[in-house]
T-cell receptor, first 118, second 114 residues
């Protein structure tokens, strides 16, 4: 199994450009999410989805859009890139995430996408 | 507002000794806590978790302790091995409108010296 696959691994953008970070999982996970990792800040949740057609905002959603048209894919769109969006982005998924699921929501992470905005 | 805090950015331990990584939290509604380990250029991987109704969970060389009154979590690794050198993230589960979300600490870089 491939697990969680992110593309591209590296990207350099100019301020104002738009782009999409792709995320796909082959584990039939209901829950998918996007995090960004910045020095001294840990991992911060951008957006998440508890199933196809359902998305919601995390801690730092501004400047990002998501959609979930299939169970497998959860792309993250940067509408107009800014230098403050320079970061490493991680997509993660799990088998559950709604309140009907008990227990810990153990996430499987992708390898990350390093984005630099000049 | 940082709900989960790891106040030590780095920790250096000699091989074979015990490594203790600490984590503090502010939200008493967290019901699960997890530790993730991250190597460079890879995504974080799940290490161990603990429910808020327990005070200890052990898995091989890894033990997590939870002190709810102090809102404090710790991860003990014994004995420490060179392959344990990585960044460790503490995380807590919160629920928002029916969905679980993980809140992460800033991470602690652990270096195991031979």
């Amino acid at each position: 199994n491939a697990g969680v696959t992110q593309t591209p691994k590296f990207q350099v953008l100019k301020t104002g450009q738009s782009m999409t970070l792709q995320c796909a999982q082959d584990m039939n996970h209901e829950y998918m999410s996007w995090y960004r990792q910045d020095p001294g800040m840990g991992l911060r949740l951008i957006h998440y989805s508890v199933g196809a057609g359902i998305t919601d905002q995390g801690e730092v959603p501004n400047g990002y859009n998501v959609s979930r048209s299939t169970t497998e894919d959860f792309p993250l769109r940067l509408l107009s890139a800014a230098p403050s969006q320079t970061s490493v982005y991680f997509c993660a998924s799990s088998w559950g995430g709604g309140n009907r699921i008990s227990g810990a929501n153990v996430l499987t992470f992708g390898a990350g996408s390093r984005l630099t905005v000049l | 507002d940082q709900q989960v805090k790891q106040n030590s950015p780095s920790l250096s331990v000699q091989e074979g000794r015990i490594s203790i990584l600490n984590c503090d939290y502010t939200n008493s509604m967290f019901d699960y806590f997890l530790w993730y380990k991250k190597y460079p250029a890879e995504g974080p991987t799940f290490l161990i978790s603990i429910s808020s109704i327990k005070d200890k969970n052990e898995d091989g060389r890894f033990t997590v302790f939870l002190n709810k009154s102090a809102k404090h979590l710790s991860l003990h690794i014994v004995p420490s091995q060179p392959g344990d050198s990585a960044v460790y993230f503490c995380a807590a589960i919160t629920r928002h409108q029916g969905a679980q979300k993980l809140v992460f600490g800033q991470g602690t870089r652990l270096t195991i010296n031979p």
